[in-house]
Structure formats: structure tokens, C-alpha cells
């Protein structure tokens, strides 16, 4: 059910959407869900429980398939109900494993055949749900013939059971609705650990500058106003990373979600220029070499991602500043490789030189700018800068108050680094 502080209605151009029924306060809670079905992304099978999505390095494997793992007993056996008729399918396909998306698919298909007639109802949601096969090109169409055949054969002798799904609810229809409406499941920081079906969320509509925000702790979503929100107004979220050009959102939203955003950042073009400030020559050298430097760091090979992300931040140095996106995304790669390389020094100066970029894109409240401090105050505080460590905490926990709520694992974390810090400041 959702919460009472909310209701569905149809929003103008839109389509479905929610709204407010009454005035939500920043930092408010307005719903808090666990989802329909939901699977652990393919990077994060061998480090991540699937029950709880806690990481580790030592999770206990499924004896069947070899592919579920789980950080306790109790998780494996919480898990049992939805992995059950998954765990056979996984072992069909070994050593292969299908992509997030048909995985997903298949809980959902579990789910909707497991499911009683009293349960109908509850399903409006998901057969309501756009698939935008119509708006399709044929080229995306065919990509989800293919992810359908590969779905095929993961369910083997179970395909039969197909037919038994609810009217209008065909596979290839089911994947079009999960590739529209399914969200990418954050650790705290703000890592794609997994993907979910949340069906009430689903009906949140885009917008650049949303006034909400989606925060997970585990598999459970907490969606909250990240600024006042007056009676009747609708909520909206963000679909896409605010670190791209309004071009690039745009064709984005469009390919993904079958929509052209007409949102006022979009239309302005705002921050545009900024995104793309410097010579353009150069930029584009930057943005093209990206793509590689983002699979050295996927492959953790961190001595050649520092080295040729250093070389391209030397180059560049005098043409493109710092608040061009493409020379923020290579401080960001630079800072990774340092803290997995263990140059704190050099990965605090990548961090702070970050931070003002951050800050002109990520607006406040904005969990990835709070995620960012966070990050600058642990490399300062390490470092013995006890006063920059409590400025960046103090920044991060009043972000963190409105975008986490004061319980979150992270907000704790914080405000426990804050307290380390005044401490070790009063023996001074």
C-alpha cells in the first residue's frame, strides 16, 4: 500500500505520476518500500549477500547453483522463497549468467505465477506500467528479442508455465515495462549493487532539479523530499546523472524512457557551459579516453589507470578547469586509483580539487556531493588535518539529515567521524 501522504494521479504531458496530499517538509520521509523483486548486479555477484546486499569478501556460496551467496544462514534461508526456483535455473546456464535485466525477469515471472487471486489487485501496478514497445526503433526491439531467447533458455523445461502468466503480461512485454521502470539499487557509496522492481515508485516522473531523492539501506528504498513540497505538487526524481550536458540528459531520457525532458535545466541549458568550459579540442580528447580509464578501474588495474589519468590531467591542465565534466570525471578515476594504491596525500589533492565542482552541480541537498565530503574528510582526517576533516564531516552530516535521515548507516558513520574528530581536536 502506499503511504497516505501521497496519491496517484494523472500529471499533465506525463502521464501517470504522484503527487502530495499535504506539505512535506525537506528531509521528510515520504514513502519506504521494499521491492517486488530485485537480483544483485553482475559486478557485485561474488562481493555482495543476495538477501541483505551487505559486502563481503568471504560470503558463503549456494551448494546448488555455486553462483548465490550469502553473508549468514539466516540470509540464505530468508532468501530460499525467491532463489528456489532461480537456483535451478542458474545452474542450467553454468557457467554463463544471464544479464541483470533477464534475471530480473525471472523473480518477477516467479512472483506473478506464485501469486493467489486475492493477490490481483496488487498487480495493477505492474500491467499498468508503460513498455513503449510502440515508441521502440526496431533495433531496440530486436535486443529484447535476444535478451527474450536468452530468457528461454534460462528457464529450460519452465517455459511452459509462460502461458499461465496474467493477460497482457508476455515476456517480451514484461521486459520492455522492467527496462523502463526498474531502478538501480545504491550502496552507501551511491555503487549499483543491484536492480529493483518497486511498483508504486515507479510511477515517480523525471525532473533534473526533483524534489525528492531515493536513498536504499540494503534492498529497501526510502524515497524523501529533499526540499518543501506544497499540497497537490508533484513529486519527481532524477532518471539520469545531473553530470551530463541538457543534450546529452536529454537523448538519454529519450532512448531509455521514451521522453523528451522539458524540465527547466534542460531548456535553460543551465550549467551547460560550465560542463564544457575549456578548449574543446582538448575536452574531447578527455571525454573520449574515458570510456578505457572507466575499464581500468572496472578491471582494478590501478597503476596504469593513475598514470594515464595523471598524464591527461598534466596535459590539460592550462585549457580545460576543473568544472569541466569530463576533467571532474578524471579527478574522480585519479582518486580511486590513489586510495587503492594507498597515496593518501595524492588522492586528498584529486578529492579537493574536486569539491567546488561538486558543489556548482551537486546542489544542496545532494547525497553524491555528501558522499564526496565524506570521502575528503576520511582522507584528511587519516592525514592528521583534523579542522578540514570536521569541515567536511559537519558539511556531509547537514546534507546527510535531509538526504539519509538521521538512522542511516551512513549519517552514523558520519556523525561518529565528526565526533572522533572534536575529540582528537580537544586533546590538541
Same mark, same amino acid.
Not at 15 to 28: D, F, I, P, V, W
Not at 69 to 92: F, G, I
Not at 189 to 208: A, F, I, K, R, T
Given at each position: 500500500?502506499?503511504?497516505?501522504?501521497?496519491?496517484?494521479?494523472? !500529471? #499533465?504531458? &506525463?502521464?501517470? %505520476? @504522484? =503527487?502530495? +496530499?499535504?506539505?512535506?517538509?525537506?528531509?521528510?520521509?515520504?514513502?519506504?518500500?521494499?521491492?517486488?523483486?530485485?537480483?544483485?548486479?553482475?559486478?557485485?555477484?561474488?562481493?555482495?549477500?543476495?538477501?541483505?546486499?551487505?559486502?563481503?569478501?568471504?560470503?558463503?556460496?549456494?551448494?546448488?547453483?555455486?553462483?548465490?551467496?550469502?553473508?549468514?544462514?539466516?540470509?540464505?534461508?530468508?532468501?530460499?522463497?525467491?532463489?528456489?526456483?532461480?537456483?535451478?535455473?542458474?545452474?542450467?546456464?553454468?557457467?554463463?549468467?544471464?544479464?541483470?535485466?533477464?534475471?530480473?525477469?525471472?523473480?518477477?515471472?516467479?512472483?506473478?505465477?506464485?501469486?493467489?487471486?486475492?493477490?490481483?489487485?496488487?498487480?495493477?501496478?505492474?500491467?499498468?506500467?508503460?513498455?513503449?514497445?510502440?515508441?521502440? !526503433? #526496431?533495433? &531496440?526491439?530486436? %535486443? @529484447? =528479442?535476444? +535478451?527474450?531467447?536468452?530468457?528461454?533458455?534460462?528457464?529450460?523445461?519452465?517455459?511452459?508455465?509462460?502461458?499461465?502468466?496474467?493477460?497482457?503480461?508476455?515476456?517480451?512485454?514484461?521486459?520492455?515495462?522492467?527496462?523502463?521502470?526498474?531502478?538501480?539499487?545504491?550502496?552507501?557509496?551511491?555503487?549499483?549493487?543491484?536492480?529493483?522492481?518497486?511498483?508504486?515508485?515507479?510511477?515517480?516522473?523525471?525532473?533534473?532539479?526533483?524534489?525528492?531523492?531515493?536513498?536504499?539501506?540494503?534492498?529497501?528504498?526510502?524515497?524523501?523530499?529533499?526540499?518543501?513540497?506544497?499540497?497537490?505538487?508533484?513529486?519527481?526524481?532524477?532518471?539520469?546523472?545531473?553530470?551530463?550536458?541538457?543534450?546529452?540528459?536529454?537523448?538519454?531520457?529519450?532512448?531509455?524512457?521514451?521522453?523528451?525532458?522539458?524540465?527547466?535545466?534542460?531548456?535553460?541549458?543551465?550549467?551547460?557551459?560550465?560542463?564544457?568550459?575549456?578548449?574543446?579540442?582538448?575536452?574531447?580528447?578527455?571525454?573520449?579516453?574515458?570510456?578505457?580509464?572507466?575499464?581500468?578501474?572496472?578491471?582494478?588495474?590501478?597503476?596504469?589507470?593513475?598514470?594515464?589519468?595523471?598524464?591527461?590531467?598534466?596535459?590539460?591542465?592550462?585549457?580545460?578547469?576543473?568544472?569541466?565534466?569530463?576533467?571532474?570525471?578524471?579527478?574522480?578515476?585519479?582518486?580511486?586509483?590513489?586510495?587503492?594504491?594507498?597515496?593518501?596525500?595524492?588522492?586528498?589533492?584529486?578529492?579537493?580539487?574536486?569539491?567546488?565542482?561538486?558543489?556548482?552541480?551537486?546542489?544542496?541537498?545532494?547525497?553524491?556531493?555528501?558522499?564526496?565530503?565524506?570521502?575528503?574528510?576520511?582522507?584528511?582526517?587519516?592525514?592528521?588535518?583534523?579542522?578540514?576533516?570536521?569541515?567536511?564531516?559537519?558539511?556531509?552530516?547537514?546534507?546527510?539529515?535531509?538526504?539519509?535521515?538521521?538512522?542511516?548507516?551512513?549519517?552514523?558513520?558520519?556523525?561518529?567521524?565528526?565526533?572522533?574528530?572534536?575529540?582528537?581536536?580537544?586533546?590538541?
Amino acid at each position: 500500500m502506499m503511504a497516505m501522504n501521497i496519491e496517484r494521479f494523472v !500529471s #499533465e504531458g &506525463k502521464g501517470n %505520476g @504522484l =503527487r502530495a +496530499l499535504r506539505e512535506l517538509k525537506a528531509g521528510e520521509v515520504i514513502h519506504s518500500c521494499e521491492p517486488y523483486a530485485f537480483c544483485i548486479a553482475k559486478d557485485f555477484l561474488k562481493t555482495a549477500c543476495h538477501s541483505c546486499l551487505q559486502r563481503g569478501e568471504s560470503l558463503s556460496r549456494c551448494s546448488q547453483c555455486k553462483t548465490a551467496r550469502y553473508c549468514s544462514v539466516q540470509c540464505q534461508k530468508q532468501a530460499w522463497p525467491d532463489h528456489k526456483r532461480e537456483c535451478k535455473c542458474l545452474k542450467r546456464l553454468q557457467p554463463r549468467i544471464p544479464t541483470d535485466s533477464v534475471r530480473l525477469l525471472t523473480r518477477i515471472i516467479f512472483k506473478l505465477l506464485a501469486q493467489s487471486e486475492s493477490d490481483q489487485e496488487d498487480l495493477y501496478s505492474i500491467a499498468e506500467h508503460q513498455s513503449h514497445l510502440a515508441d521502440m !526503433s #526496431e533495433e &531496440k526491439k530486436e %535486443g @529484447l =528479442r535476444q +535478451l527474450c531467447t536468452t530468457l528461454q533458455l534460462y528457464l529450460g523445461e519452465e517455459n511452459h508455465d509462460l502461458s499461465q502468466l496474467p493477460p497482457g503480461l508476455d515476456p517480451i512485454s514484461l521486459l520492455a515495462r522492467v527496462t523502463c521502470n526498474c531502478f538501480s539499487i545504491s550502496d552507501g557509496e551511491l555503487q549499483d549493487v543491484g536492480v529493483g522492481l518497486y511498483p508504486s515508485m515507479s510511477l515517480l516522473n523525471h525532473d533534473c532539479q526533483p524534489n525528492c531523492v531515493m536513498i536504499f539501506e540494503g534492498k529497501r528504498l526510502t524515497l524523501r523530499a529533499v526540499r518543501l513540497i506544497r499540497p497537490c505538487e508533484e513529486l519527481t526524481i532524477s532518471y539520469t546523472d545531473i553530470l551530463a550536458t541538457s543534450k546529452e540528459r536529454r537523448s538519454h531520457l529519450q532512448e531509455q524512457y521514451h521522453f523528451l525532458c522539458q524540465c527547466t535545466r534542460c531548456t535553460t541549458e543551465d550549467k551547460d557551459c560550465d560542463m564544457l568550459a575549456g578548449e574543446k579540442t582538448a575536452w574531447r580528447s578527455l571525454r573520449d579516453a574515458i570510456p578505457h580509464l572507466e575499464q581500468l578501474q572496472s578491471e582494478q588495474r590501478w597503476e596504469e589507470l593513475l598514470k594515464e589519468s595523471q598524464a591527461l590531467l598534466h596535459r590539460y591542465t592550462d585549457v580545460v578547469p576543473d568544472r569541466n565534466i569530463y576533467v571532474l570525471r578524471l579527478l574522480d578515476l585519479a582518486m580511486d586509483a590513489c586510495i587503492s594504491l594507498d597515496d593518501y596525500e595524492t588522492a586528498l589533492e584529486y578529492g579537493n580539487r574536486a569539491l567546488e565542482p561538486y558543489k556548482l552541480y551537486y546542489s544542496d541537498p545532494h547525497p553524491s556531493r555528501a558522499v564526496e565530503l565524506l570521502r575528503v574528510g576520511k582522507l584528511q582526517h587519516f592525514l592528521g588535518r583534523l579542522e578540514e576533516a570536521r569541515g567536511s564531516f559537519t558539511q556531509a552530516y547537514d546534507i546527510m539529515k535531509v538526504t539519509h535521515g538521521t538512522d542511516h548507516v551512513l549519517t552514523n558513520e558520519v556523525r561518529r567521524k565528526l565526533s572522533e574528530c572534536q575529540a582528537e581536536l580537544g586533546q590538541v
